[in-house]
């Protein structure tokens, strides 16, 4: 079974930068497809960011592009976001979630079948 564990959520005001890490621990495989998921208050989980196994990566909404990037190290088993210009309207609790049975990687949360448990993500004005 794969655990994932997401940290490096917190407090920052708006403009600053946080750099979210997500570990996979147990029978992990690099070649996971994984995703950045956020779910702000009152708001349906919406999609952030994707990566490939190889590094290929496609972003969600126009508010993230440019702003957002997601990497990996397959060897540490660890996926990251990381946030800059960081707005108000970030705030959410950031999900980390793996496809175990693909390679590919996908927008679509229903397709993810492990995911952490979140950290949240608050941006003062």
Do not use: H
Request: glycine share 10%.
């Amino acid at each position: 079974q794969v655990q994932l564990v997401e940290s490096g959520g917190g407090l920052v005001q708006a403009g600053g930068s946080l750099r979210l890490s997500c570990a996979a621990s147990g029978r992990t495989s690099s070649n996971y497809a994984m995703g950045w998921f956020r779910q702000a208050p009152g708001k349906e989980r919406e999609f952030v960011a994707t990566i490939s196994w190889i590094g290929v990566t496609t972003y969600g909404s126009d508010s993230v592009k440019g702003r957002f990037t997601i990497s990996r190290d397959n060897a540490k088993n660890t996926v990251y976001l990381q946030m800059n210009s960081l707005k108000p309207e970030d705030t959410a609790v950031y999900y980390c979630a793996a496809r175990s049975m693909s390679v590919v990687p996908s927008p679509r949360e229903n397709e993810y079948d492990i995911w952490g448990q979140g950290t949240q993500v608050t941006v003062s004005s």
